[in-house]
């Protein structure tokens, strides 16, 4: 479901051809479809329709300010991780009461400024985050909403570096701890007890591991309202997967199904923080073919593109398809290919041993699903700058990321 696509052998974004906005912008850049955004948001609203919800959108798979700005609009709160996100959350106008802040890591200043701009929940990790939120709160003489981040113990069945809910992960509270925990924070003077989160990981396909950790999840809600804590809030987490290649994730439909007849007499406001399914396939990665060569028996395309732009196969060896943005009049032959970008390392590729069509140096080629953890995982490795960002809304197209220059790149230094 996204506006990408050919018209008459070229690759289009919405109503505007990709070499018009290559011609004006340069290579490499990202490119947005703002209307494929909408549509994912407004699509998962529709489905949690009848159920009191709140979708915070996961600031992590992309932040830029104009992709938040779009979802800000339409109605989206946040789930932010950072002081950062915050500031990006509330910089493009995110209601504070819409906002859940989760991580591990929180420290002092950050809790400070987020217990300042009055958010929503956060999301406690630990029982040290919880005494430090109490104290903060105390010092600033506020209540701090929290809800207790649970690890449920549940395979989601995903790359073990985005699975997140087993027990050997590093996040949250072990589900037989958390009533406990629950006790404790219930007593603390300045933290009220609201909801309960888990997350189990992302790029999840299957519907089961979100039902069977949401049952084992409100075992406990049930638990605790029997001893007199009732929460307001259940956070899903994130983590709906997108189709890459040939992945069936499950419609918005189906996943709303699963999980409401198990909330449905809770009383409970249902949260969810989907980042990957709203922005993924909203994106895609525009470089330019700079050599082709043969070295040996392999065939190398190299693009203008690296890494550091975008580093998810290179990481968690990702399959983001890669497609010539003119479709040549003749069918093309195929090669099989490693798509490279530019920089000093074996890891950096786009695609290895892949069949591709025989591509020149100097074409356009788009490296798709690349709208989430693409731009907001990009580096400035090997000294390239940071590439320019691009959001087509119809026949229209904003630069909403300038290209980084040279100067800009080293202006936080001195020497
Ligand atoms: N909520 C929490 C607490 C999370 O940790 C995450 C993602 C999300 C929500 C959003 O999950 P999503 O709906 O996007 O799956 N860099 C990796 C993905 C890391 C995900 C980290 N947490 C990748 O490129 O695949």
Same mark, same amino acid.
């Given at each position: 479901?996204?506006?990408?696509?050919?018209?008459?052998?070229?690759?289009? #974004?919405?109503?505007?051809?990709?070499?018009?906005?290559?011609?004006?912008?340069?290579?490499?850049?990202?490119?947005?479809?703002?209307?494929?955004?909408?549509?994912?948001?407004?699509?998962l609203?529709?489905?949690?329709?009848?159920?009191?919800?709140?979708i #915070?959108y996961a600031?992590?798979?992309?932040?830029?300010?104009?992709?938040?700005?779009?979802?800000?609009?339409?109605?989206?709160?946040?789930?932010?991780?950072?002081?950062?996100?915050?500031?990006?959350?509330?910089?493009?106008?995110?209601?504070?009461? /819409?906002?859940?802040?989760?991580?591990?890591?929180?420290?002092?200043?950050?809790?400070?400024?987020?217990?300042?701009?009055?958010?929503?929940?956060?999301?406690?990790?630990?029982?040290?985050?919880?005494?430090?939120?109490?104290? *903060?709160?105390?010092?600033?003489?506020?209540?701090?909403?929290?809800?207790?981040?649970?690890?449920?113990? *549940?395979?989601?069945?995903?790359?073990?570096?985005?699975?997140?809910?087993?027990?050997?992960?590093?996040?949250?509270?072990?589900?037989?701890?958390?009533?406990?925990?629950?006790? /404790?924070?219930?007593?603390?003077?300045?933290?009220?007890?609201?909801?309960?989160?888990?997350?189990?990981?992302?790029?999840?396909?299957?519907?089961?591991?979100?039902?069977?950790?949401?049952?084992?999840?409100?075992?406990?809600?049930?638990?605790?309202?029997?001893?007199?804590?009732?929460?307001? #809030?259940?956070?899903?987490?994130g983590g709906i997967?997108?189709?890459?290649?040939?992945?069936?994730?499950?419609?918005?439909?189906?996943?709303?199904?699963?999980?409401?007849?198990?909330?449905?007499?809770?009383? #409970?406001?249902?949260?969810v923080e989907p980042g990957r399914v709203i922005?993924?396939?909203?994106?895609?990665?525009?470089?330019?073919?700079?050599?082709?060569?043969?070295?040996?028996?392999?065939?190398?395309?190299?693009?203008?593109?690296?890494?550091?732009?975008?580093?998810?196969?290179?990481?968690?060896?990702?399959?983001?398809?890669?497609?010539?943005?003119?479709?040549?009049?003749?069918?093309?032959?195929?090669?099989?290919?490693?798509?490279?970008?530019?920089?000093?390392?074996?890891?950096?590729?786009?695609?290895?041993?892949?069949?591709?069509?025989?591509?020149?140096?100097?074409?356009?080629?788009?490296?798709?699903?690349?709208?989430?953890?693409?731009?907001?995982?990009?580096?400035?490795?090997?000294?390239?700058?940071? *590439?320019?960002?691009?959001?087509?809304?119809?026949?229209?197209?904003?630069?909403?990321?300038?290209?980084?220059?040279?100067?800009?790149?080293?202006?936080?230094?001195?020497?």
């Amino acid at each position: 479901m996204n506006l990408f696509g050919y018209r008459e052998g070229t690759f289009w #974004c919405e109503s505007v051809p990709i070499p018009q906005i290559a011609e004006k912008v340069g290579t490499p850049f990202y490119l947005y479809s703002k209307n494929t955004l909408l549509r994912h948001y407004q699509r998962l609203d529709e489905s949690l329709a009848g159920i009191d919800h709140i979708i #915070c959108y996961a600031l992590k798979a992309n932040p830029s300010l104009s992709v938040c700005k779009v979802l800000a609009d339409a109605g989206s709160g946040a789930e932010i991780v950072s002081g950062g996100e915050l500031y990006r959350a509330l910089r493009v106008g995110v209601s504070p009461g /819409k906002i859940v802040y989760n991580g591990n890591g929180k420290t002092a200043p950050e809790i400070r400024y987020a217990l300042e701009s009055g958010i929503l929940m956060f999301n406690v990790d630990s029982e040290s985050e919880l005494h430090l939120l109490n104290q *903060i709160a105390n010092e600033l003489g506020c209540t701090a909403h929290v809800g207790l981040r649970v690890n449920p113990d *549940i395979d989601p069945r995903t790359h073990p570096y985005i699975s997140t809910g087993l027990r050997e992960n590093k996040f949250g509270i072990p589900i037989e701890e958390a009533l406990e925990f629950y006790r /404790k924070a219930n007593a603390m003077p300045n933290v009220k007890v609201v909801g309960i989160h888990k997350h189990i990981g992302s790029q999840i396909v299957d519907l089961s591991p979100f039902v069977e950790s949401l049952q084992r999840i409100m075992l406990l809600v049930k638990e605790l309202s029997r001893i007199g804590v009732h929460l307001r #809030c259940i956070d899903m987490g994130g983590g709906i997967g997108i189709t890459y290649n040939e992945e069936t994730p499950p419609s918005f439909e189906d996943y709303v199904s699963a999980i409401k007849p198990l909330i449905k007499d809770s009383g #409970c406001m249902l949260i969810v923080e989907p980042g990957r399914v709203i922005v993924g396939n909203a994106g895609v990665l525009i470089t330019r073919v700079v050599h082709v060569k043969a070295s040996g028996n392999k065939n190398f395309v190299v693009v203008d593109a690296a890494m550091n732009d975008l580093i998810r196969p290179s990481i968690y060896g990702a399959y983001h398809n890669i497609v010539p943005v003119e479709q040549s009049a003749n069918c093309r032959a195929t090669i099989v290919a490693d798509v490279v970008g530019g920089i000093c390392e074996s890891a950096d590729f786009f695609a290895r041993g892949r069949e591709v069509p025989e591509l020149k140096a100097g074409e356009l080629v788009a490296i798709m699903s690349a709208g989430a953890y693409g731009a907001a995982m990009a580096s400035n490795y090997n000294s390239r700058p940071l *590439i320019a960002e691009v959001m087509v809304d119809g026949s229209q197209t904003m630069i909403i990321r300038r290209r980084q220059t040279y100067e800009e790149m080293v202006s936080l230094e001195s020497f």
